[in-house]
């Protein structure tokens, strides 16, 4: 088995609750208004604010001091680190609290103050009450916060306990959270003993010949027409009209309505159409139609109402459009760098298979002059990448119980989680070459070479356990609930 690390996830559930350390001053929340403490981010539309006394202040504090206890200096590289840390254990804080309330559970005062008087006991480990109530005597306020911080603890662990389990055991499994069966944890203590080395071979789809662009840009020449428009943008048809009439009856300027009428879903405030090019203008009106209606306009004509679709990643909104041309258009001139680099822009964003193919084919002529020459002088010729890959184990999504994917190789950045690049690897037989195996900007050859020494490693529903909590906390951070400004205060802070 790897030797086992701290991951994000582990230290989360390991540091929910402490305060040993402030490595930054913190606003005290008394004297301040709320609204200066520095906003880190939110949780379900709840702030989560950087003042002292804090959840957030506190998992800051309780990480800094994990990392001095490690022998790492706190400097602005450990710092964000940090505070990435103890936002995350914030967040998962805020989470298993609301999880815990929204069922119900109330943590009893008898296991509240049984988990208090673990603070108080005498040289033989045992509780005093005299310690108790000399301390009460001394600081009664910070025997209430005890109780809160504790009451916080207990509810995060109860989560944590109801769905990963805790150190309580019937025979050898767990009394609470997800099981691990005697068949899983077998299987996962063989994902080592079949392991496999290739020859990786990567060209590089960036590297688009010009001469290809230029070609397919001749024979598409009409996508790339360049146009100088202006737009007015409204959500429905009857506003579009009033618009149009108005401007008709040189009531007001195509400029005043850009001002007082446009949702400028296409443009900036003055009204230019971000837009340049036909194929990019096709992309925003919903037919044909329209589209010729737009880009036959004469310098300084108007169109008419035309039916528009603005997209905003999430969904798509109907809604009408005016256009005006500002200059006649201009034809592609494809000895140009720039309009070459918008012909590949087009290519990758709209028809990246023809990327692909063109490449998929380089590979296959690849190996067919390898055949005839080398297999180095075959690389060179092609300008392709040549790198040889340790033996590893079939791991999709590079779990930690199994070795993983050597991901600093040229082109198999995104290899991990791609189903294709497995099925193709693992398939393969000794000697044997792979077909080509698009991995997002490249095209990859393997060639299955060697095959590891087997590994059987115990693997314990412990650390299957951790694996469930790191992809818990993974899943709960790339959540719609959480707001992280983490990076913008750190940048704001701290002398990067």
């Known amino acids: 088995m790897q030797k086992k690390s701290y991951t994000i996830g582990s230290l989360i559930i390991l540091l929910i609750c402490a305060f040993v350390f402030v490595i930054v001053p913190v606003m005290s929340g008394k004297g301040s208004k709320q609204e200066e403490a520095p906003l880190i981010g939110k949780y379900a539309g709840k702030e989560i604010r950087y003042t002292a006394d804090s959840d957030f202040a506190n998992a800051v504090s309780n990480y800094a001091s994990l990392f001095q206890s490690n022998g790492s200096t706190i400097d602005t590289n450990t710092s964000f680190y940090i505070y990435t840390y103890a936002f995350n254990a914030t967040v998962a804080q805020m989470a298993y609290t609301k999880a815990i309330e929204d069922s119900g559970y109330e943590v009893s005062e008898k296991t509240l103050n049984r988990q208090l008087a673990n603070n108080f006991v005498d040289e033989n480990g045992n509780y005093s009450d005299k310690i108790y109530r000399m301390y009460l005597n001394q600081n009664p306020q910070g025997i209430n916060e005890m109780r809160s911080s504790t009451k916080k603890s207990l509810t995060s662990s109860r989560f944590l306990n109801d769905h990963f389990g805790e150190d309580d ?60 428009m202006s737009v007015i943008t409204v959500a429905d048809e009857s506003t579009a009209k009033k618009v149009a009439d108005r401007i008709a009856k040189n009531e007001i300027t195509f400029e005043d309505a850009v001002a007082e009428y446009s949702t400028k879903d296409f443009s900036g405030s003055s009204g230019s159409l971000y837009y340049a090019y036909n194929y990019q203008i096709q992309g925003i009106v919903d037919s044909a139609d329209a589209l010729s209606e737009v880009t036959k306009l004469s310098e300084g004509e108007i169109s008419g109402i035309i039916p528009t679709v603005a997209d905003n990643g999430s969904d798509k909104k109907a809604c009408f459009s005016i256009f005006r041309s500002n200059a006649p258009a201009v034809n592609p001139d494809f000895s140009s760098e720039d309009t070459l680099s918008v012909v590949y822009n087009y290519l990758y964003s709209k028809e990246k298979t023809v990327l692909e193919d063109y490449y998929s084919k380089k590979a296959n002529e690849l190996l067919t002059r390898a055949s005839e020459t080398d297999y180095e002088t075959a690389c060179e010729e092609f300008n392709a990448t040549f790198s040889v890959m340790n033996p590893i184990p079939l791991n999709y999504g590079d779990s930690a119980i199994a070795a993983t994917l050597d991901k600093s190789i040229t082109g198999l950045e995104a290899a991990s989680e791609d189903e294709n690049f497995w099925k193709t690897a693992f398939s393969l037989k000794k000697g044997e070459w792979s077909s080509p195996i698009v991995l997002d900007d490249y095209v990859v050859l393997l060639h299955y070479t060697s095959d590891g020494e087997a590994e059987t490693d115990s693997v314990t529903a412990s650390s299957v356990m951790d694996i469930d909590q790191q992809v818990a906390n993974q899943e709960l951070m790339s959540s719609s609930k959480v707001e992280n400004n983490v990076l913008d205060f750190v940048f704001s802070n701290l002398n990067y």
């Open 169 to 228: 055991f019937f025979g050898d499994k767990r009394i609470f959270g997800e099981k691990s069966s005697d068949a899983e944890l077998a299987f996962l203590s063989t994902i080592n003993s079949d392991k496999r080395g290739f020859e990786v071979t990567t060209l590089d789809m960036t590297n688009y010949p010009d001469e290809e662009k230029a070609a397919f840009g001749k024979a598409n020449s009409s996508k790339f027409v360049k146009y100088d």
